[in-house]
Every structure is written in structure tokens, then in C-alpha cells.
């Protein structure tokens, strides 16, 4: 997955198309650009920190609630930063104290927002597929990149 990597920071752009497939239900969430039924993120040793944003288009349509993050094999590695609240960006620290190994899932979530603005609380967040994160391994390009 294309991204934008800064310093300690990867950044990535979250769009949610904003009409349900007719067939399911279901809410299309796209990461750069590229939707899929789930992403593997290779983080590399030098990030600490994965900000998901909302881009433009879908900022005005949604917010984002605290995401779930689920560990694997007990490793703690992802710490979300505000773990309560509505906003427009999620920041999940990754202390990576675990390498070349999967240490979690990600499952964002976001409300509608009405035509007041406000997010539709009364509503059930929108749920994306769990992003699986790996920490960095054998093929990670290092800060040099």
C-alpha cells in the first residue's frame, strides 16, 4: 500500500464512499486510494506512530469513533492515542517492541454525520474490515527509503 511516511509517522488517507453497496449494506472504505476486504501494513522499525485521516470529501459526510484494536498473540505494541471522542483523525502508537511478527488488528470505525453537522450517534458505526499490522521485517527498506 502506498503511503506517506514521515520521520516517525505513517500517514494514511481514509475515504468512505459515501453510498452502500445495493447488495450488502456495506460501506466501501478506501486507504490511499485502494479498498480491498482487508490491508496488511507492513509499519517499518523507524515509525512509532499510524495517523488515519479522513480526507476532505469524506470529513463532511463522517466521523471517526475510537477504533477497536485487537492484539495477537499477546503482544501490546498499539496504544491508541484518545481513546474516547469523535474526530476526523485516528493516531495509533506503535511502540514496536515487537518485529517481523503480525501484533494486531485495527478495525476503524465512523458515524454518518446529519445534515446539522453532527455525527448520528444513535445510529451503528460504520465498521471497516480489520487492518492487520505487521511491524517491519526482512524486506523493510529502513528510513532511507
Known sequence: ?????TADKLEISVYIDPTPNTDTGEYTWYYNNM?????????????????????TATAG??????PDITSVGGCKDLILFQPTGLRDQVVIFDTQENINQIVGGITLKAY????DGN???AL?????????LN???ESDPGPNR
Open 124 to 132: 451503528q458505526p460504520l465498521r471497516s474490515d480489520p487492518e492487520i
Open 119 to 121: 455525527a448520528l450517534l
Open 135 to 137: 511491524t517491519g521485517g
Open 35 to 55: 479498498s480491498a476486504p482487508g490491508f496488511t501494513i507492513r509499519v517499518p522499525k523507524n515509525v512509532s506512530q499510524i495517523l488515519f485521516s479522513l480526507d
Open 1 to 5: 500500500m502506498p503511503n506517506n511516511t
Open 61 to 66: 459526510a463522517f466521523v471517526f469513533d475510537a
Open 112 to 115: 454518518p454525520k446529519g445534515s
